[in-house]
């Protein structure tokens, strides 16, 4: 990158600092310096320091745990494209790591307003929710949260397998053909955060997700929150001319 004079400092330091990350002199996961001494390093006051690292910790790029000191982000070993409907265990089998299956809770059980919606119901009738604990190498990976209308299975409906979509096409007859994403981002959640052994400044990606059939009708809404940490998703966008 070109610079003059009238580039602010601060973005000369975050260059700097990814152009370290890049090249292999700050490792993911290592400690950055004390701001006294990196400033030193840098030749730059400790405000202007503290500004870049402000952007880079916006970005993603570094994350500060209080009390301990900032760190270059660990790089997310698992990636996926938004644009795609992917499963868990393919993204997983992807990174040649195993894949594997805790599963916590399943059962019918009353709606909730968003199922709802989301599902085209009636408050009367009832959901079979699944909650299950994706993991790769036996290491927690994702917190899974699936709800899918009863009316829709037989009795005595269950999981086989790792997949929830194969589950549904080899045991209800149902085929996934497209899906309604949203993400977002949430801080430390207790319950879930402890599950997945996250560490309190790792943030937890939250993956919405409407699935519907070949006839366009809702068959399964899902929550998954990964760790911020392993996974990153990306979005191909097209200029519409």
Sequence with gaps: MVYNYQTPRYLVVIEQIKTKIKEGELEPGERLP?????????????????????????????IRKHGVGTFVNKKPIFSGGL?????????????????????????????????????????????????????????????????????????????????????LHRNAGITISYAKADIKTVGYHK????????????????????HFDTSDKPILYSLNFFRSDQVSFNVFRKRVL
């Design 191 to 210: 319950e879930i955060s402890r599950i997945l052994k996250c560490e309190s400044g790792i943030p937890l990606l939250v993956l919405k997700q409407i």
């Design 83 to 167: 644009e795609e409907l992917f499963s868990i265990t393919d993204m997983i089998k992807g990174e040649q790591k195993e894949p594997g299956t805790e599963l916590l809770f399943s059962g019918l059980v009353d709606p909730h307003l968003d199922d709802v919606t989301e599902l085209q119901m009636d408050s009367n009738e009832k959901v079979m929710l699944v909650k299950r604990v994706r993991t790769a190498n036996q290491d927690p990976l994702v917190y899974c949260i699936d709800k899918i209308p009863a009316k829709l299975l037989e009795d005595g409906f269950e999981l086989e397998g790792e997949s929830i979509f194969d589950s």
């Design 34 to 62: 004390s701001e006294t001494d990196f400033a030193k390093e840098l030749h730059v006051s400790r405000n202007t320091l503290r500004e870049a690292l402000r952007i880079l910790e916006e970005e993603n790029i570094i």
